[in-house]
């Protein structure tokens, strides 16, 4: 008997009883907003967990990019950041291609992405690997990250209004906040592997 | 430390190690300011939600859904890994689980890898079994990295070196770093955003230059293979998305059935176990992408699951004691038990410390040795762990229930086998004075006259039992005798005239 048989009939003998229904009556947002409201929600729970908060509209969108990226030589793009994001800004910038090693990327001091969505009520950015936020590690290796995020369009109240919206086949990254670690006497440090700086912008998409 | 003596019969039984424990002012010192800090900052994140209660429900019937058709449930999920490229391997028992996980590493001609936090992996000493084959495991998420170098044990399950102080660490850091890769800085101090800089500027080159990386999972998605990972500081997501093959090792009881389900536990788990509306890092990947072609390139390019048993199906085969299996370790139920806050993690002897543990481990491995038949009896059984379950596992009631199959032993499930367990030794006179017990009580004239026997020779009492209830003494005082019983008390009282 293989291990995949044995391991399923102790289960089949060992399962009993009754079968629960799962009650749905939880809420689905927490509260009602207005989209404004819940874009202040946001940048207020981004900035609790220390990333910094951004707000612009299209037209000064590249000169603040181009201000958060002044302290760094080089920047990673991914392959469908639109062209206009990044036109005033001065590093150089770096294509993720196919045969770039982690260490070469590691000499890359920042990167600039669009995000899926983002979630008010947790302060969260969600990532899903679109032709504006590129592959993870691009958002991983830099130690400077800035995500720009639409606004109020890619906003959303909750959790599970976020779920509703995310294709789980594809690679998904929630950042809440930039990395941290309560290992040390559960005393909070923000930034140990993942970028150390998190600067989100909100870029008003109306 | 091998991985079948991992929480084996090496540890003193609880007591013993408890003993032990609470007379280290160091450790209670750390304890104390650890869990008091997180108790209070939960309490505030589960406040802000008003169905905190709601969703506390719907986690604990999920899992008991999924638990009733978990054959079907996991079938599922293996079906969804493949087809998004992934290879499922299915390990009975621990050493089946490393025995796969090494000989996949060995295949990629890579001798070290790198490593997430998982209890699954501990749990069956995984790190022992690669360094038996000459393979070396980096631990990379931080606390676990103190361990690692510290050649310690974990003391808890979300920060396993809670033990340890700001101090105790930077020692560490500095004296042993150097023998693993890049050293720690000579005049590095104890400030803890210095002490992560550290691990971060070591573990660095480690993962930059990986090429095996081995995970646990949080949660499995049964209808599309998603695996979930949550996290802190970034060393998962290193190891989820750089290396070129991943592996991972999850126990059955991970799996939920829909993406819908993650949206009770993603506002559960995070509040529960960090205090935080969310954790900075989760992670979800489906196989290597290369089913809808989605996540193709994007992170490792081969993809192992290692589905664990390792006594869950044994314990899902008790019907008291199979709610553990819903626990999405959190570790709340550690940082609120008092037992826990002054006898510390160790003294559990088991990779899964505190309430949760105490029911767990000796369902998870049976109660045949000294440290499993005790754990049972390391609570109090105030009810505070039960409160703050996300999942409203009641492990109080499960301690009860293993106290009584301790004592009075009876049918069990090990290894797939209905068997009958013979009551431990060391109960048998609490199971004597019992019986006496039932004796006397049945006989009201014979109570009557052993308590006035009793009440006279009050004076008589000694501080400890003589003979086989003298364990029983050791932890326990004596009563008082009062003067008169409560039967005669009754009795003279009601002739007495009313006022």
């Known amino acids: 008997m293989s291990s995949k048989d044995r391991i399923l009939s102790r289960i089949r003998r060992a399962a009993s009883g009754p079968d629960p229904e799962v009650p749905r009556d939880y809420l689905r947002v927490h509260a009602v907003r207005t989209p404004a409201e819940r874009v202040d929600l946001l940048a207020a729970h981004l900035t609790d967990y220390r990333a910094t908060v951004h707000r612009t509209d299209g037209d000064g969108l590249p000169e603040l990019l181009a201000r958060l990226l002044s302290r760094h030589e080089s920047v990673l793009v991914p392959p469908g950041l639109p062209p206009y994001w990044l036109s005033a800004a001065g590093p150089a910038r770096i294509h993720d291609r196919a045969d770039s090693t982690p260490a070469a990327l590691d000499r890359v001091g920042s990167v600039v992405t669009g995000c899926a969505l983002a979630v008010a009520e947790t302060g969260t950015i969600v990532l899903d690997g679109g032709p504006d936020q590129g592959r993870r590690r691009i958002t991983l290796i830099p130690d400077h990250h800035v995500c720009v995020v639409r606004v109020p369009g890619q906003v959303v109240d909750s959790v599970p209004q976020a779920l509703e919206r995310l294709d789980p086949t594809r690679p998904l990254t929630w950042i809440s906040g930039p990395s941290a670690t309560s290992d040390i006497e559960l005393d909070r440090v923000e930034g140990v592997h993942g970028p150390r700086v998190l600067d989100v912008v909100l870029l008003d998409a109306q | ?499």
């Open chain 2, 1 to 499: 430390m091998t991985g079948t003596d991992l929480g084996m019969p090496a540890f003193p039984p609880f007591p013993e190690a408890a003993r032990e424990a609470v007379h280290d002012e160091v450790l209670r010192a750390n304890l104390r300011h650890a869990t008091h800090t997180i108790r209070d900052k939960r309490a505030r994140a589960v406040a802000e939600l008003d169905d905190w209660d709601r969703l506390r429900a719907a986690g604990k019937a999920i899992k008991d859904h999924t638990l009733r058709h978990l054959d079907r449930y996991l079938l599922q999920l293996e079906a969804a890994v493949t087809a998004a490229g992934g290879t499922v391997h299915w390990a009975v028992d621990a050493d089946e689980a490393n025995r796969i996980v090494t000989g996949l590493v060995l295949a990629t001609g890579e001798r070290e890898v790198v490593k997430v936090k998982s209890m699954a992996t501990q749990e069956t000493g995984l790190n022992e079994a690669l360094e038996a084959a000459g393979i070396a495991a980096y631990e990379t998420d931080l606390a676990e990295l103190i361990v690692q170098l510290g050649h310690d044990r974990p003391s808890h399950i979300l920060v396993p070196a809670i033990h340890r102080n700001r101090g105790e660490i930077r020692d560490l850091f500095r004296s042993e770093m150097g023998r693993w890769g890049r050293p720690a800085p000579e005049d590095l101090g104890d400030d803890p955003r210095e002490l992560a800089e550290a691990a971060r500027l070591h573990l660095r080159e480690k993962f930059l230059r990986a090429k095996v990386a081995v995970s646990g999972a949080n949660f499995m998605v049964a209808e599309t293979g998603t695996m979930v990972v949550l996290e802190s500081e970034g060393n998962g997501r290193m190891c989820l998305t750089l290396p070129e093959t991943l592996i991972s090792v999850v126990g059955i009881e991970k799996v939920v059935p829909t993406f819908r389900d993650l949206e009770v536990f993603l506002q559960t788990l995070p509040r529960s176990s960090t205090a935080e509306r969310m954790n900075p890092y989760t992670t979800m990947w489906t196989g290597t992408g290369t089913g809808t072609g989605t996540g193709e390139g994007d992170g490792p390019t081969a993809f192992h699951l290692v589905l664990l048993d390792n006594g869950r199906t044994d314990t899902l085969a008790d019907e008291v004691g199979r709610q553990a299996l819903r626990c999405i370790r959190c570790s709340a139920c550690l940082n609120v038990c008092p037992v826990y806050e002054r006898a510390g993690g160790h003294a559990y002897g088991s990779v899964y410390p505190g309430p949760i543990g105490a029911v767990l481990s000796p369902q998870l491995r049976g109660t045949a040795n000294p440290i499993d038949a005790t754990l049972p009896y390391a609570s109090t059984l105030c009810g505070a762990c039960y409160e703050v379950c996300p999942v409203a596992i009641d492990i109080p009631e499960i301690l009860v229930h293993l106290r009584e199959r301790v004592v009075q032993g009876g049918p069990v499930t090990r290894e797939g086998v209905r068997v009958r367990i013979r009551p431990a030794h060391g109960h048998t006179a609490e199971r004597a004075a019992m019986r006496a017990a039932r004796l006397l009580l049945d006989r009201p004239g014979a109570l009557r006259a052993g308590e006035r026997l009793l009440s006279r020779a009050r004076r008589l009492r000694p501080q400890r039992l003589p003979g086989p209830g003298r364990a029983w003494t050791d932890t326990r005082a004596l009563p008082d005798v009062p003067a008169e019983s409560f039967r005669d008390w009754w009795a003279r009282e009601r002739k007495a005239p009313q006022k």
